[in-house]
Structures are given as C-alpha cells and as structure tokens.
C-alpha cells in the first residue's frame, strides 16, 4: 500500500533499537527519509546503514540523549523542517510508590512528558507553516490502566497525553495530527528487561516469566516492532488525516474492556 508520503521527513527519536527502530523501517519503506537518534553512536549508525541499504532512503544520525536539552538542541537543528515527528526514549524503572523522591519524578518527567513536548513545539510551528504534519508519540498501555510497579512511568505519561490531547485540537486545522500509540508489551530489550524483574522477584526463570505473561494477553503472544512500526507509518500516512489526538493501543487484546 502506497502512503502517499514518500519523499516526506522524518525525526525518529530513540531508535536505534526497538520499537523506535521499527517505527524508522516503517517510515522508511514508504519511502521517508529519515533522521535517527541514539544515545550510543555505533548501534545507531549500524541500524541507519541497514536501513539505507534496505529501502534507499537518506538517513542522518544524531548520536545524543534526547531527554537533555543540548540533546534536543542538536536533534531540532538537525531535523530543522521535518514533515513528521516520532517521539520516543527509554522508560523509566519499575520500584514501589514509596522508592521515589521528587528527583525521580523529575527525570521521569523530563523524559517521558517534558521532552516530547519540548520536540512539539519545536517542529511543529513549521509544519504548521507548511500545511501538513504528523506527529506520534509512544507512550504506554499504562495510560489506559496503570502498571502498578511502573509508577513513574504511569505519571509522566498521563501528563503527556493530557498535553496532547488538547494540543492536537489546536494544531489539527493546519493539517497537522498529533496521535498517540500505546504499547503493550512488545519483543523489545525493554520486555527482557522487564521479564527479568519478574523472574528475580518471583525466583521462576526468564522463560517462565515470559510464558506467564503471554498467558494473560489473548493473542497469547508479544507484539512486534514490525507491527508497532506499520501502525505508526499508517498514521504519518496521508490517509491518517482525520486521526486527531487518538490513543492507540497495540496491546493483543489485554486491556479488558469494551471501549
Ligand atoms: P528498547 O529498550 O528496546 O529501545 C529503546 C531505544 O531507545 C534504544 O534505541 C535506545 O538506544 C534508545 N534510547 C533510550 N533512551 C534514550 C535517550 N534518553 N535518548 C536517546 N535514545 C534513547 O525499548 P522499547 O521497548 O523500544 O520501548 C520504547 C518505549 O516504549 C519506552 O519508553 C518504553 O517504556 C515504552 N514501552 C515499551 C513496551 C514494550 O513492551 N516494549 C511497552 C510499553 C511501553
């Protein structure tokens, strides 16, 4: 299926790996060019070489934390005008309500809320400007029903779609659609590194810890990046133009309710 966006620019934050990473392949089969982002520089220039092999597009890399504000100093510079914005970085660490201080919350914030909306209003006065932009955040299943263990996690992002979900129906009559995808639990490192937590705290190997997990969701299995990264060029896609400040959740069927 053609998107219609070929041709088109993209940032991809935190995507050298992940469901970053399938969100670039996505894009970038429908023929985006793209600049992707990384802490570490190697893995990231790894992942952008096998992308221009594979699909022929431009791919600029910027090797830095985006949740910093040189970080995202650089990447606004080196995607000056992009057409689309993916925002994305790491989560933030399980632990009990009691574990966190207000420096923690901070971080979480700066990470998962302040960043994403510091891209926004970066890059998108110039797609408004154009008459056409796309942005998806990824943000979590626990925005529709809390993680108990992942309390940073369910706060910051709770902000950030609260700030989108006012904010895409400002910039949606200058053509641009601000959406939101939610992850739930998909085979990434992050998934490894929470089934690990799992199988320590309940003494059950990896495997185990896995299989348990599979057994609550009704597809009976973890997402993949490919399918992440197919919704998430769907939506960039010319057709996703009436998709405004929706949340969107990928979750094979886990979330137990009727809307
Ligand atoms: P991952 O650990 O597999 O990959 C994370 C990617 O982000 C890597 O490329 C890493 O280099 C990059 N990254 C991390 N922090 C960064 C930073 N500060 N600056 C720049 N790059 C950074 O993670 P994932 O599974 O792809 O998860 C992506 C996001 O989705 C995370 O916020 C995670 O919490 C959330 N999420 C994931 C799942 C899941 O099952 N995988 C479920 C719900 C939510």
Redesign the pocket.
Request: glycine fraction near 18%.
């Given at each position: 299926m053609d998107l219609g966006i070929h041709g088109k620019r993209a940032l991809v934050?935190?995507?050298?790996?992940?469901?970053?990473?399938g969100c670039a392949e996505a894009l970038a089969e429908a023929g985006v060019d793209l600049v992707m982002?990384?802490?570490?520089a190697d893995?990231l220039d790894t992942a952008a070489g096998d992308i221009r092999a594979r699909f022929g597009v431009d791919v600029v890399t910027v090797a830095?934390?985006?949740?910093t504000d040189s970080?995202q100093a650089k990447l606004m510079d080196a995607a000056d005008g992009v057409d689309i914005l993916i925002n994305?970085?790491?989560?933030p660490p399980p632990g009990m309500w009691t574990d966190w201080a207000r420096e923690d919350f901070v971080q979480a914030l700066d990470?998962?809320m302040l960043t994403p909306i510091a891209l926004m209003q970066g890059l998108m006065p110039s797609m408004i400007e154009k008459g056409w932009g796309r942005v998806v955040n990824?943000t979590?299943?626990s925005v529709k029903a809390p993680i108990p263990v992942l309390g940073l996690?369910n706060a910051a992002r709770a902000g950030l779609t609260g700030f989108v979900a006012g904010t895409a129906r400002q910039v949606a009559q200058h053509g641009v659609t601000v959406n939101n995808i939610l992850?739930?639990?998909?085979d990434?490192?992050?998934?490894v590194s929470l089934d690990t937590g799992v199988s320590k705290a309940q003494n059950i190997d990896l495997a185990q810890a896995r299989a348990n997990r599979e057994a609550t969701i009704p597809a009976r299995r973890y997402g993949t990046r490919q399918e992440f990264g197919a919704t998430c060029a769907f939506l960039c896609s010319q057709f996703a133009g009436f998709i405004v400040g929706q949340n969107v959740l990928l979750d094979g069927g886990a979330h137990n309710a009727t809307l």
């Open positions: 934050c935190a995507s050298s790996r992940g469901l970053g990473l982002n990384a802490r570490g893995a830095c934390d985006v949740t970080g994305n970085a790491g989560g990470a998962n990824i979590s299943q996690s992850p739930g639990i998909h990434t490192d992050r998934a």
